[in-house]
Structure formats: C-alpha cells, structure tokens
C-alpha cells in the first residue's frame, strides 16, 4: 500500500516539467531584505522621476521673480530657488537626465567590457595585449580625464549637437569609455574557466567556429556576473555625472540635474539648506538602492549560494 501511494507522486513529479531558472533567481533575491527594499526605493525614484512630471505640469525651467527663495508650501513642496523656479519640478526634471545618464552610460561600459573581456579570455593571442590596455586605462586618474575630455570636446559638440544633446552625448561616452575596465576582467576571469569546460571542448571538437562558441556557450555562462557589474555600474555613472555637474562641467544651467543643482545651491547653504540636502538625499537613496540591488542579484544568480 506503501509503494502504491508513492509510485503516483514519483511518476508525477518525473513528469512535471522543470522549474524555470529565473524562478529559483526570484526567490533566492527575496531572502535578501537589503534588495528588496533597494529595489523599492529604486522603483520609487523611478515613479518618481517618469510618472511625477506628467502630474506635475509645472515647467521645471519657468522662472518667477515674484515667488523667488519660498519656503516649501502646497504650492511649491520643495520651495523656490533665487529665480523663483520650482524645485519640486527640477527635481523630477534632474532625476530623469541623472538616470538617463547612469543606464546609458552603465550600457556602454557593459558592452565595451564584455567585448574585451570575451576577446582576452577566448583568445590567448589577445589577452596580454588587452590586459596591458586595461592595466593602462586603469592607472589613468579617472576624474581629471574625464574633465579633459569635457573640457577638449564641450563646445564643439555642443555646437553641432545643441547644448543638451550635444553635452549628454558627450558626457555618457566620456562615463562609459572610462569605466568598462572592472566588468572586463570580471568577463575574462569567467571565459577562462569556462572554455576549459567539457561543453566548450565539445564544441570545439565538432569544428564549431569561434563566434558560435562564444554567443551560444561563452556568453550565457558570463550573464550572472554582467548583470552584477551593470547594476553596480548604474551608480557610479550616477556619483560621476553628479561630481562633474557639482563642479559645473556638466550640463548648463537650464538643464538640471541633481549635481547641477548641488552646484546651484551651494551659495544658499547657509540661508537654504534643504536645496543641497534634496538632490544629495536623492543621489544618496539611488546609489545605495543600487548597490543593494547589485548586492542581491549576486547572491541569487550564484548556485552555490541559491537555495541556503
């Protein structure tokens, strides 16, 4: 009676087709409660920044002399700052170019270091040529070049462009092509391991062509810790756009950003405090939100962690 009551749920669990991967990455994500909560401030700013400005119908660039320096009242949550803009409405405006900036930026980075990565790590005529390039990139003091950078190629870009595309573009490739060197080695670190293992070595032995090798076996292998690395990568591009507005080589004034409107509100420290602590706390909640997110996504796209 024993083996007939169990033959039925072995035969039906036999049956049952097999969970789906990014399930068990799900549930081992919600045991990280410093993820979770990440994850809703994230989606909070995100709220905040995309839906706000279509409820919020206040032009972010609307200057009132008369409504200068107010206090924060129902009409102005944040208040004004010295040309009577509102702040509640250039924080929406900055939030969306500080993000626009950050998951742009982070893209190319990703892209860039998983290109350099795969290549050094499948190929060993290249990885000590691209390794010596990383070393070298790495060496190089990131903000004084992002600032020659900015500085050699502002005003030319800005005039064919425009003054916001023109700076935008400029800023997230500057960002991006100086920040791709971690995922790099990350990716070549795990190509190493993997093209010694039996599937590659199969495949290999068939006569499958490189390129077949890499997008079908390699790149697969290597998505856990480049979704790390771009998650993480989000916020850096974010305390770099910010450090480069705050010392006013970023974007013009009459296109905020939460580090341009740090670098507005430093000569009123004194007088209005809340116009540095609100971006500040903003930068501050999305780097930290991210970085519990990536912290998280670790955890639950490692098996030998998924399932404790």
Do not use: C
């Not at 409405?89 to 860039?112: D, E």
């Not at 290597?222 to 979704?227: D, N, R, Y």
């Amino acid at each position: 009676m024993t083996e007939g009551a169990v033959k039925p749920a072995a035969v039906d669990q036999a049956e049952r087709p097999p969970r789906n991967q990014w399930l068990n990455v799900w549930d081992q994500f919600k045991t990280h409660k410093g993820a979770l909560v990440g994850a809703a401030v994230f989606l909070t700013i995100l709220i905040f920044v995309l839906i706000g400005p279509l409820l919020w119908k206040t032009d972010p660039g609307f200057a009132n002399l008369l409504m200068r320096n107010k206090v924060p009242s129902l009409q102005f949550p944040f208040g004004t700052d010295e040309l009577g803009r509102d702040l509640f409405a250039r924080m929406m405006a900055g939030g969306k170019v500080s993000l626009a900036v950050g998951l742009t930026a982070m893209s190319i980075a990703v892209l860039l270091g998983t290109l350099i990565g795969v290549t050094a790590g499948f190929f060993k005529g290249l990885d000590g040529i691209l390794m010596r390039l990383t070393d070298l990139f790495l060496a190089l003091p990131l903000l004084p070049l992002l600032l020659v950078m900015v500085m050699l190629f502002r005003e030319s870009l800005a005039n064919k462009l425009g003054p916001e595309a023109g700076i935008f573009i400029l800023m997230v490739i500057s960002i991006g092509a100086t920040s791709w060197m971690q995922t790099a080695r990350i990716v070549r670190g795990e190509v190493l391991a993997l093209r010694e293992r039996e599937f590659v070595l199969a495949a290999r032995s068939i006569g499958a062509p490189p390129v077949k090798m890499i997008l079908r076996h390699i790149l697969p292998n290597t998505l856990s810790p480049i979704m790390v690395a771009a998650a993480l990568g989000i916020a850096s591009a974010i305390i770099v756009e910010s450090a480069l507005s705050f010392l006013g080589m970023g974007f013009p004034p009459d296109f905020p950003t939460w580090g341009r409107l740090l670098f507005d509100a430093v000569d009123h420290l004194q007088d209005h405090p809340n116009r540095v602590l609100l971006p500040g706390i903003a930068i501050s909640l999305t780097v930290l939100s991210v970085n519990y997110i990536g912290d998280g996504l670790r955890d639950a796209l490692d098996p030998r962690i998924r399932g404790r």
